[in-house]
Every structure is written in C-alpha cells, then in structure tokens.
C-alpha cells in the first residue's frame, strides 16, 4: 500500500424518513444527557471498517459491485431499543427476519480479500449513542421504550473517515443487482490421457 492510506467503511443507510427519526432521537437523548458519542453522526448500520489506498479501494470497490450483483432487496425493520452495555452502545434492533438478512448481506461483503487489516461487525443495529456510561444508559432505556423504523435496504455505502469533522461522509452507493446467482458448475471431471 502507498503511503496515502484512508480509513473507509462500508455501512447499509436508512432512506431520509429513517435517518430523519434516528437523528431526532439522538437530538432528544442529547437534550437529557448531554453530547455523547455519536450523538451527530448520520443513521447507518457498519458493516465493516478498513484502511486502503487508492489501488486497494479500487480492487475492493470492485469485488464488492460483483458480490452485490446477486444480492436482493427487501425492505428491513427494527422494532426495538437495545445495548451493548459492556462498551455502552444503546441502540436500535432489527426485527428477527431483518437481523438475519442484513447479517447475509454483511457475511458475504467481509467474505471479500480487502487484504488489509478489517474491522466487522457481526450485530446489525442502527446506534443512537456509544460510550455512554450505566446511568446513561439507564436514561436511555427510560424515555425510549416503543419504535416502529422501516426502511427498504437495496444498497450498500461506502464512506470515508474526514478527520477534521471526525465523522465518515458517503462517497458511493452500490445497488443490490437482484440477479439470480449463477447454478454452481457440476459436472464428471474428465482427464486427456
């Protein structure tokens, strides 16, 4: 790799509506705790994080398009608030069916060789707040009780950090291609004596 090297990550976004909610939410915890962690960046789910140059982002970027091409949409919903309470993430839950589709989707995009060191995340959830402390999240838990979030997830995101907001900007979309995957090749193997 060149010495210009990035962090990136790949994340799914909700539509407007959904970023709109989750952005409100985070206002309204941030008018009862204070500023928290990820009180003001944009609604997404990670899939995963990396460092790359420009020749290793063009080779991800690629296999990523092929991998997609056989991926289809559907939309996805989350039905509750939960935490990761040991590092102090509350957050907002997939419903069952959803969890398992966005999990596909995220196993088969870190399948790809990024060749460089990866970050991946393994729970889907849209966070509200990191780092918050047990009190916190106590707050958290008591003024956010019923949500009702939908979106339909036909892409992924790929972001890059910008340090001097310390916040990740979107810099390209990739559709879902919805195209049935090609049958695995079978067959007799066959010898030239």
């Not at 559907?74 to 839950?93: L, M």
């Not at 707050?139 to 036909?154: G, H, Q, R, Y």
Request: glycine residues 4%; neutral net charge.
């Amino acid at each position: 790799m060149s010495a210009d090297i990035e962090k990136y990550s790949l994340v799914f976004q909700p539509c407007e509506k959904g970023i709109q909610m989750v952005r409100s939410i985070k206002e309204s915890l941030k008018n009862k705790i204070g500023w928290f962690s990820s009180c003001h960046s944009l609604a997404h789910i990670t899939i995963c994080e990396y460092l790359a140059d420009d020749v290793a982002l063009s080779k991800i970027k690629k296999q990523v398009a092929e991998i997609l091409k056989y991926e289809n949409s559907q939309y996805v919903y989350f039905d509750e608030y939960s935490a990761f309470p040991k590092n102090g993430a509350f957050f907002i839950a997939p419903a069952l069916k959803s969890k398992q589709f966005l999990k596909n989707k995220m196993q088969a995009i870190t399948s790809i060789d990024f060749d460089t060191e990866m970050f991946k995340s393994t729970e889907p959830h849209l966070t509200v707040g990191r780092k918050l402390d047990q009190d916190k999240l106590a707050v958290a838990f008591e003024n956010f009780k019923a949500i009702d979030l939908d979106f339909f997830c036909s892409s992924i995101f790929l972001r890059r950090f910008n340090p001097i907001r310390k916040q990740y900007d979107t810099i390209e979309e990739f559709k879902f291609g919805n195209l049935p995957k090609p049958p695995k090749e079978e067959g007799q193997l066959s010898f030239d004596f």
